[in-house]
């Protein structure tokens, strides 16, 4: 069955049956893929645990509809066309029956090396295609991946692999990211001091960098695969066993690990996919985002392969070796639907129209945005320039916590709207509260964005920690799930996403912890105390600006070093203030309005400041802004 809704009445059907009987629609759409048996029932919830679970006894494995399902209709299809980071070195195609094997032999791989059902892997690599079968690979034999973006520290990897306890760690000697070469297995060695649960490593070469192989514990990935069977039966799961924990910043705390279940996320990518992009029978699908996020999950991984689509990995980055490589890609395989990042925009924007006028762009029918909202200059030049103003620009809403795309336009069947993640897909209640948690129904109204009912990839828990998801995301409203987002209804009753209204910051379309950096920050022996707000930034989206207590001057630099040993170099401070105090209520509580603000460079009104404990430290911020 063909679940692409091709026109707005049908999307207004398609929706309002998702609300009338959520059951029968999802039930409808689920029944299209392989299970091993059948679901009881197809929802059972409740927010207050939260309790959500969907196709109730299911039995399935999402790589047998990610893969096996294919093999006849589409064996020789290609399933995964891989980019080198150097255009000189050739390309990829891994048809969807070399996937098969690939994933299968790797499977037993990982087996003969001690890894089963419900053991947790961490996944710390480039983008290679190697990656993906490491995902789908753990899938297949029910292992729980989490990755970690290779970007991150050795003190970040240790904390994740701390938490989920992971018994095994997949990463690369070292990872090609444009003219660089960065070292990417000396840093699992570096955490795996700080960690006592990793049995074994598998390393794939990849950069030919000399590493160390630690004797008993660390494998090449080409010695564990070679000689092994690529026939491997694929584990029963159920709908709710756990698929893959994905680590994610909030508003408080470390960093915590966003669980996806096997079955509801499955249905969900794969209908979200088909239907925001439009994805047709033979079409190349490119979205260029790292699979350390969820976005490389749900739309370079599962999603596409689910729906037995072509999807593009790209190993590089957009401006090397010129600024013109995503043009140069997009015409070298003929992409037809493309999906990236405002600040990728905003940063290729800069450079002016010159990287683009060698290519076509021709075969582009829909492209997309993700991840921050993005403003109408950058929507209107990507629109222009990369659309050649015919392909519809889907800009999607959607969170670590959410598993799919909640809020966008269906290419060319909604109409789009610039800046406006549009309307709901089906099956997505949003609705828009007051800080009471009064709903405000009606057009052009404002305020924080919950959503009233589930969907089959709503996040289940948050890994060991269930109290925390409940009072995270289903505690600040009664019945609701909390998305942490502003938005504004407009008079057309289309959604704007305004930007997150808690302590994270969306730092080039990353998610970052406030607290976090602050944290990072404060390790360094010379500061005091630090606050960290996020401030507008041309490129970025939002920039980092931390006002630091120190004992000692001229330290900036000393403490971006902390930050990137402890985080990573994406938590790093843009701007650092050193400050002899920070404004504060008789209560202790930091004001955080009013750093934003100076941050910003809006200081025209900085609103009541007479209940500060200390109100003339302000005009020190004031006149101290960097
Ligand atoms: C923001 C990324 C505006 C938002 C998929 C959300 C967006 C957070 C958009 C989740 C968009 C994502 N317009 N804001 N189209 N997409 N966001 O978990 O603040 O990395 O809460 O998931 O990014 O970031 P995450």
């Known amino acids: 069955m063909d679940h692409r809704i091709r026109s707005l009445s049908e999307y207004t059907q398609a929706y309002d049956k998702s609300v009338e009987n959520p059951e029968e629609f999802w039930g409808e759409i689920a029944s299209s893929f392989q299970w091993k048996k059948k679901w009881d029932d197809v929802?059972?919830?409740?927010?207050?645990?939260?309790?959500?679970?969907?196709?109730?006894?299911?039995?399935?494995?999402?790589?047998?509809?990610?893969?096996?399902?294919?093999?006849?209709?589409?064996?020789?299809?290609?399933?995964?066309?891989?980019?080198?980071?150097?255009?000189?070195?050739?390309?990829?195609?891994?048809t969807f029956q070399q996937l098969h094997e690939k994933v299968c032999q790797f499977s037993n791989a990982m087996k003969n090396n001690g890894v089963g059902k419900g053991d947790r892997v961490i996944i710390y690599m480039p983008m290679v295609p190697e990656a993906a079968v490491a995902m789908l690979a753990c899938a297949r034999i029910g292992a729980i991946h989490s990755v970690v973006f290779a970007g991150f520290s050795a003190n970040a990897l240790a904390d994740r692999i701390n938490d989920c306890g992971a018994k095994m760690v997949l990463t690369s000697d070292g990872n090609f990211r444009g003219a660089k070469t960065i070292e990417v297995k000396s840093v699992v060695d570096e955490a795996l001091e700080k960690t006592s649960t990793v049995e074994k490593v598998i390393v794939f070469q990849r950069t030919r960098t000399e590493v160390t192989m630690k004797e008993g514990r660390d494998i090449w990935w080409h010695e564990a695969i070679d000689g092994v069977s690529s026939e491997n039966e694929a584990e029963e799961m159920?709908?709710?066993?756990?698929?893959?924990?994905?680590?994610?910043?909030?508003?408080?705390?470390?960093?915590?690990?966003?669980?996806?279940?096997?079955?509801?996320?499955?249905?969900?990518?794969?209908?979200?996919?088909?239907?925001?992009?439009?994805?047709?029978?033979g079409d190349i699908y490119w979205c260029t985002a790292d699979i350390g996020w969820i976005t490389g999950h749900s739309y370079i991984?599962?999603?596409?392969?689910?729906?037995?689509?072509?999807?593009?990995?790209?190993?590089?980055?957009?401006?090397?070796?010129?600024?013109?490589?995503?043009?140069?890609?997009?015409?070298?395989?003929?992409?037809?639907?493309?999906?990236?990042?405002?600040?990728?925009?905003?940063?290729?924007?800069?450079?002016?129209?010159?990287?683009?006028?060698?290519?076509?762009?021709?075969?582009?029918?829909?492209?997309?945005s993700v991840g921050e909202p993005i403003n109408e200059e950058a929507w209107h030049w990507y629109h222009l320039n990369v659309g050649k103003g015919n392909c519809p620009l889907v800009d999607t809403w959607w969170q670590t916590e959410t598993g799919g795309i909640m809020i966008s336009a269906l290419a060319g069947v909604t109409p789009v709207k610039p800046a406006h993640a549009s309307l709901p897909l089906p099956g997505i209640q949003p609705i828009i509260v007051n800080s009471e948690g009064n709903e405000l129904t009606g057009k052009n109204v404002e305020g924080n964005l919950c959503i009233k009912f589930p969907w089959p990839s709503i996040l289940r828990?948050?890994?060991?920690?269930?109290?925390?998801?409940?009072?995270?995301y289903f505690s600040a409203y009664e019945n609701l799930y909390f998305t942490g987002d502003g938005v504004k209804r407009d008079h057309d009753g289309y959604l704007r996403i305004l930007g997150r209204v808690d302590d994270v910051i969306n730092v080039s379309g990353h998610r970052m912890g406030t607290a976090e950096v602050e944290n990072a920050i404060d390790e360094h022996p010379k500061v005091i105390e630090s606050a960290v707000v996020g401030y507008p930034h041309d490129i970025k989206g939002?920039?980092?600006?931390?006002?630091?207590?120190?004992?000692?001057?001229?330290?900036?630099?000393?403490?971006?070093?902390?930050?990137?040993?402890?985080?990573?170099?994406?938590?790093?401070?843009?701007?650092?203030?050193?400050?002899?105090?920070?404004?504060?209520?008789?209560?202790?509580?930091?004001?955080?309005?009013?750093?934003?603000?100076?941050?910003?460079?809006?200081?025209?009104?900085?609103?009541?400041?007479?209940?500060?404990?200390?109100?003339?430290?302000?005009?020190?911020?004031?006149?101290?802004?960097?």
């Open 43 to 94: 929802l059972n919830w409740n927010f207050k645990g939260p309790d959500v679970k969907w196709f109730i006894n299911g039995k399935l494995n999402i790589t047998e509809n990610a893969l096996d399902r294919h093999l006849e209709t589409r064996g020789d299809q290609v399933a995964i066309l891989w980019e080198p980071n150097d255009p000189n070195e050739p390309h990829q195609e891994i």
């Open 238 to 281: 159920d709908s709710e066993d756990l698929l893959f924990i994905l680590y994610t910043s909030g508003s408080t705390g470390q960093p915590k690990g966003v669980v996806h279940t096997c079955g509801g996320y499955m249905v969900y990518t794969y209908y979200s996919f088909l239907n925001v992009f439009q994805y047709g029978e």
């Open 301 to 368: 991984v599962y999603g596409p392969l689910l729906a037995g689509a072509t999807t593009m990995m790209f190993e590089g980055v957009p401006t090397y070796p010129d600024a013109g490589r995503f043009w140069h890609a997009c015409d070298k395989h003929q992409v037809n639907q493309f999906y990236t990042a405002p600040t990728a925009i905003r940063a290729l924007e800069a450079h002016g129209l010159e990287p683009l006028e060698p290519y076509k762009l021709d075969s582009l029918k829909v492209i997309g």
């Open 461 to 472: 828990t948050t890994y060991g920690d269930h109290e925390r998801c409940r009072q995270t």
């Open 542 to 626: 939002q920039g980092i600006y931390a006002y630091i207590i120190a004992e000692a001057d001229g330290i900036e630099d000393e403490i971006r070093k902390t930050v990137t040993e402890l985080i990573g170099p994406i938590a790093k401070p843009d701007k650092i203030q050193l400050v002899s105090g920070l404004p504060k209520t008789r209560s202790g509580k930091i004001m955080r309005r009013i750093l934003r603000k100076i941050a910003s460079g809006d200081v025209s009104n900085l609103g009541d400041t007479s209940t500060l404990l200390n109100p003339e430290i302000v005009e020190e911020l004031k006149s101290g802004k960097v």
